[in-house]
């Protein structure tokens, strides 16, 4: 049973570029969470979503940044017309949709270098 | 205040050596709690769910005080692959969203 499948593992992109960041969850897992990196800091939680709908997404930056997990297909995180400081590592973990108390299991993450 | 505080170290220890890392929270309604591990530049890895008995797992035991609102991690016998970040993790009310504390560095020497 595969984990959660994050890619591309590395994504450059120049400032102004848009950055298309893909989340497959576990098999069975129809809830997906989105986590930021940025360097020397913390994990902080962007956007929770389950099949197309958002849950929360307090931790989203308000402009710039969207998120979707269609019916079909992975999660997207969106970043239109980058920056440098949106160089991160970007984290997706996924959940079945009574997750409960239980903990996350995170993909490989995708690192976004703008430059 | 911060939702979840650790000290970021770095904790420098011998081989061997017994360390512990502190962690402190502030939303009293927190339903669960754990303990992640992060290698450099790598995904955070679950080292062990807190529960508020105490647990222990090999040389690692984890402790909740609900009261004090704090949670410690200790570690026996330090190996030097036990070199990591560790995330102090709290689940926070309604149980869909994990808070990350900004981690501990652990360095073991030889």
């Known amino acids: 049973n595969a984990g959660v499948m994050q890619n591309p593992r590395h994504l450059v992109r120049r400032r102004g570029q848009e950055a298309r960041l893909r989340c497959s969850p576990m098999k069975g897992h129809s809830h997906v969470y989105w986590y930021r990196q940025l360097p020397e800091e913390g994990l902080k939680f962007m956007v929770y979503l389950q099949k197309e709908n958002i849950i929360d997404e307090s931790g989203m930056p308000k402009e710039r940044f969207s998120a979707e997990f269609p019916k079909e297909g992975p999660s997207i995180l969106r970043i239109q017309q980058v920056v440098r400081g949106d160089s991160a590592a970007y984290f997706c973990?996924?959940?079945?949709?009574?997750?409960?108390?239980?903990?996350?299991?995170f993909g490989n993450g995708t690192r976004l270098t703008v430059t | 205040r911060k939702e979840v505080e650790q000290d970021p170290g770095p904790f420098n220890v011998p081989e061997g050596a017994t360390v512990a890392f502190n962690c402190t929270y502030s939303n009293s309604a927190s339903q669960s709690f754990f303990w992640y591990r992060q290698d450099c530049r790598k995904e955070p890895k679950l080292l062990m769910s807190?529960?508020?008995s105490g647990n222990e797992d090999g040389r690692f035991t984890a402790q909740l005080n609900r009261a004090s609102q704090y949670i410690s991690l200790l570690i026996r016998d330090s190996k030097l692959s036990d070199s990591a970040t560790y995330l102090c993790?709290?689940?926070?009310?309604?149980?869909?969203?994990?808070?990350f504390g900004a981690g501990t560095i652990l360095r073991v020497k030889s």
């Open positions: 807190v529960y508020s």
């Open positions: 993790v709290v689940n926070i009310g309604n149980g869909n969203k994990l808070v």
């Open positions: 973990a996924s959940s079945p949709p009574t997750r409960g108390n239980s903990p996350l299991h």
